[in-house]
């Protein structure tokens, strides 16, 4: 299960250094993929938009993982975010968010960090290989 909020260490510089490193590996083995989705910048972020890339691209060649976001919609009707409630989405078939995976998309999204651009842009490309 992937979690992407709580997967990579982030207070560790070198298990950030590894996690970041493995991020393709460590989604392709996920059955199931959890995003924060329904925070209002998710798609703004680059590490963001660049997980979203590979789990699509491990979705579309094995139908894993599975992915969650917390739900908006349920059987057409809108959900509070109170309810906490998570809804399977296919990133795959909703275009303005395939849209923001591209690779130059993540490339020019929002980073906490400009130092991370290169890794960014490096891993952006590895989907393809997917």
């Known amino acids: 299960m992937w979690i992407d909020f ?6 560790d510089g ?6 970041v490193n493995s991020l393709p590996l460590y989604v392709q083995c996920a059955d199931i993929f959890i995003s924060l989705s329904g925070h209002a910048e998710y798609y703004d972020r680059a590490w963001c938009r660049l997980e979203c890339l590979f789990a699509k691209a ?3 060649s094995s139908s894993l993982p599975q992915l969650y976001e917390p739900a908006r919609r349920v059987m057409g009707e809108a959900v509070s ?3 906490g409630q998570l809804v399977a989405h296919h990133v795959v078939s909703d275009t303005e968010i395939a849209a923001l995976m591209q690779p130059g998309m993540i490339r020019e999204a929002r ?3 400009e130092d991370d651009r290169h890794m960014v842009c490096f891993l952006s ?3 393809a290989v997917l």
């Open 111 to 113: 980073l906490s960090s």
């Open 81 to 83: 975010e109170a309810d």
């Open 125 to 127: 490309t590895q989907a």
């Open 6 to 11: 709580a997967s990579i260490e982030q207070d």
């Open 14 to 19: 070198e298990l950030l250094r590894k996690g």
């Open 58 to 60: 491990s979705y579309e």
